[in-house]
């Protein structure tokens, strides 16, 4: 814990006697939208000075010094221009628990969300928020997800108090100067305001120190989807605090996009070169912590062919004007799961975060560098751990946080495809479904249709991860990855995919996959080795998309014969092989009993499509 060592009391002077409080004359815009709003906030958070951040190098460092002296941040030597956060150790994931959904109505929101009364919340907010900025200083912090001015672009200005999320946001999004120019009267922008929830001065004027990590036990993650606005309070990890990411690019563009005929979706975006230089774009969806940074960055074993990276978290997906669905990866950077991510799993994220990266909750080697588990096969004898504790490999506890991240800018990966930038986007030819399953759900398998493809992507159940809060490991329904994600009624949404789907010409529509790399054999152990030998499932999805590669129908879909799989090279045991696609009527039965059961939820707003879909695969198993 470091102690602030400005002096406060200058400060809090200017702040009793001057009445508009935090000068708003010198800010680099004339938006009198925006600055009203930065000025209400103001009023009400109370900071001792405002902040307007251009997005500049010179910004960067000046920020980062200042948490390297407030002991927020901690230089690794080894990797110039990067640092190590540590969290407090109740502030390691997003928290589902107290995200909620602000719609008019509860059945706006939908059953999958936690919905609050608008006037309510704004109510209860406005409290919290009081002063909640005493003694800080509150950064403005302009932004555009996407290339500022794109047509699939849109733009926000966050408020905050945590400079760590400025820098973060500076990595993840296009941020400052340029997005606030961008920002006219009568352009729309998304109003975030993000606050760590621990002034530092109370209402009588007595201060107390600063810890490295400020946070508060009672967090607010609050979307207004109505209005189009964001209000985080007492967070500052990830999802949390870089408003841009989940809250803005996902919650609030999923109600934009429902009203406008789009999709904003929790996928990674590839660029595919086959040998023969065709060039295929795959998007897909899978929950935290479920292999999206890993296929995005996914370097091919089978000779030939290339990947790149587009996106490995969030795609917005627009039907173009001619008939093809065009996506865009609106981050500008990466904030990726630092365990399991090593040399022999992904060696272009371990290129990329080389230098200027940004690490939270990972482990510190007693030469300067990061570690943590998956990094290396060794395991360093002697490292501080993610609490800043000693460790050793006899300690019981894990060195990093298993939700220990990276944050890194795009540019800087090394697979990053020339299109990366195009703010017209890419047009997608497949969308992939996927999940931690370790039993039932095969290696890979081809819907018949959108509709078929609609429900794939609707039941989709994975393992917990340590992505959020909750016990790991525990199956659970995340349709479309989106269960954390979507900004309003999940039925609604699975409607709207239907109905974005049939405005698609039939030969621009993608075709749909659903994929599993984590199904285990009786022993426990991974059947299929996953990574790059995720390429040879790539090779099948595109050489359908083609229409070169064979399939055969079984209950669940079609998937690849025994000759469409490229397994040249690749040593896996037959038996293995047959279990990655075996289908057990038993179990199949039991998950659809299951299916239909989480499907009543829904009510009347569920599509008929779904238990459509569903009896038709009833009425394909076998009698078991
Ligand atoms: N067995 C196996 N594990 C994998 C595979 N791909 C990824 N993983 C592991 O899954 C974990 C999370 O992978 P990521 O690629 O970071 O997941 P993500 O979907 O990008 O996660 P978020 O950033 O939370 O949305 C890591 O520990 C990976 O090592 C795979 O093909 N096989
Ligand atoms: O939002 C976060 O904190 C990290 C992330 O990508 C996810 O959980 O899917
Ligand atoms: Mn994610």
């Known amino acids: 814990m470091a102690e602030r060592t400005t002096a406060r009391t200058d400060r809090e002077q200017s702040f009793e006697d001057s009445s508009d409080r935090p000068t708003l004359s010198a800010a680099p815009t004339s938006n009198r939208r925006l600055l009203a709003w930065v000025s209400d906030v103001a009023r009400l ?253 996914l370097q091919p074993t089978i000779p030939g062919w290339k990947v790149e990276t587009i996106g490995d978290d969030i795609a917005w997906m627009r039907p173009g004007p001619d008939g093809t669905l065009r996506a865009i990866n609106p981050e500008a950077g990466f904030f990726g799961v ?105 290696l890979v398998l081809e819907a018949r249709d959108w509709e078929h493809g609609v429900y794939l992507g609707a039941t989709i159940s994975s393992e917990q991860t340590a992505a959020a809060e909750g016990t790991v490991g525990e199956l659970r329904h995340d349709p479309f990855a989106m269960l954390p994600f979507a900004g309003y009624n999940m039925a609604d949404y699975f409607a709207h995919w239907l109905s974005v789907g049939s405005s698609l010409p039939d030969d621009k529509r993608p075709k749909v996959f659903g994929v599993n790399w984590f199904r285990r054999g009786d022993d426990g152990r991974f059947l299929w080795p996953g990574f790059g030998e995720n390429s040879r499932v790539v090779e099948w999805i595109c050489r359908r998309v083609e229409g070169s590669a064979g399939a055969e129908e079984i209950p669940l879909g079609l998937v690849p014969g025994v000759d469409a799989l490229n397994l040249e090279g690749l040593d896996v045991p037959v038996g293995d092989l047959e279990e990655l696609f075996s289908v057990d009527p038993t179990s199949w039965n039991a998950e659809l009993d299951q299916l239909e059961q989480w499907f009543t939820t829904f009510g009347e707003r569920l599509p008929a499509e779904l238990p459509t879909q569903l009896q038709t695969l009833r009425d394909r198993l076998p009698r078991g």
């Open 45 to 297: 958070t109370q900071p001792d000075q405002v902040v307007w951040c251009d997005g500049s190098q010179e910004e960067f460092d000046r920020l980062t010094a200042e948490m390297v002296a407030a002991g927020t941040l901690i230089p690794v030597p080894k990797r110039p221009g990067s640092f190590l956060a540590r969290s407090s150790s109740s502030d390691v994931a997003r928290v589902e628990s107290r995200t909620f959904i602000a719609a008019a109505t509860q059945e706006e929101a939908g059953p999958t969300n936690n919905w609050r009364e608008p006037n309510a919340l704004r109510e209860e907010l406005n409290g919290v928020f009081s002063g909640s900025m005493r003694g800080r200083t509150m950064y403005v912090v302009p932004f555009s997800m996407g290339p500022v001015g794109g047509p699939i672009s849109q733009l926000g200005v966050q408020l905050t108090d945590s400079p760590y999320a400025v820098v973060s946001m500076r990595i993840m999004t296009r941020m400052g100067q340029a997005a606030l120019d961008a920002i006219t009267e009568d352009t729309a922008w998304v109003p975030a305001l993000h606050s760590v929830g621990y002034p530092l001065v109370d209402t009588l004027g007595r201060s107390r120190p600063d810890m490295a990590w400020p946070c508060n036990e009672h967090k607010y993650i609050a979307h207004f989807p109505d209005t189009r606005e964001i209000m985080s309070f007492g967070s500052g990890y990830g999802g949390n605090a870089l408003l841009g990411k989940k809250c803005f690019a996902l919650r609030i563009a999923s109600v934009m996009a429902r009203s406008e005929g789009w999709l904003a979706e929790h996928m990674l975006i590839i660029k595919v070169t086959s040998p023969e230089g065709r060039v295929h774009h795959l998007a897909a969806a899978f929950p935290s912590a479920c292999g999206k940074t890993n296929l995005a960055m």
């Open 338 to 442: 630092a365990p399991g991510t090593g040399w022999s799993t992904n060696p272009t994220a371990m290129q990329m975060i080389g230098e200027n990266t940004i690490f939270t909750n990972v482990a510190l080697t007693d030469d300067g560098d990061v570690w943590w588990e998956g990094m290396t096969d060794e395991v360093p004898e002697h490292l501080t751990d993610w609490r800043g504790n000693d460790w050793t490999p006899e300690s019981g506890t894990t060195a990093a946080h298993p939700n220990g991240r990276f944050t890194v800018s795009a540019a800087q990966c090394p697979s990053i495809a020339d299109d990366f930038d195009a703010p017209e986007g890419v047009v997608i030819d497949a969308v992939l479904f996927g999940g931690r399953r370790r039993s039932n759900v095969p």
